[in-house]
């Protein structure tokens, strides 16, 4: 079962949701990476994923995932994400897991060029879980 949720408009070029599927609660959100380039380099936000990417246009994917029955936060699964055009295959990586406010989250850097609009796809596998749960929705770069 796939969810797919069209968001409205965007504000700030941040995007954020939350959608259920094969019983996993997926709240996902993209954001502007100027909003991590504005910690400290100490910070820890400002090393995940090797260091945010010095390049224009450039937005964390990110997923926080629980076991929708219980909000047990899920800290062992295999994501990815797919970020392209609509219509288009787009660029595949792995979520890599940070953590945010003492909380385990899943993310990566994506460039998306401004006044285009991208469909995202998260695919997360759980161990133990028969079935790999998927995200998708769309983002519009204003």
Known sequence: MTVLLVPGRSMADSHSGYLVDYGIAIYYAVIPAEMIRGHLKEHPEA?????VPDRPH????????????????IAD???????????????????????????????NYFELRPRTHYRVRVDIKVPGLRNAARAEFEFRHR
């Open 47 to 51: 090393q995940m994923h090797g260091g």
């Open 58 to 73: 450039v937005h964390h994917v990110m997923v926080a995932l629980f076991k929708a029955s219980t909000l047990e936060r």
């Open 77 to 107: 699964a295999a994501v990815t994400a797919t970020v392209g055009e609509l219509g288009l295959a787009g660029e595949q990586k792995r979520l890599q897991p940070f953590t945010v406010a003492d909380a385990l989250t899943y993310g």
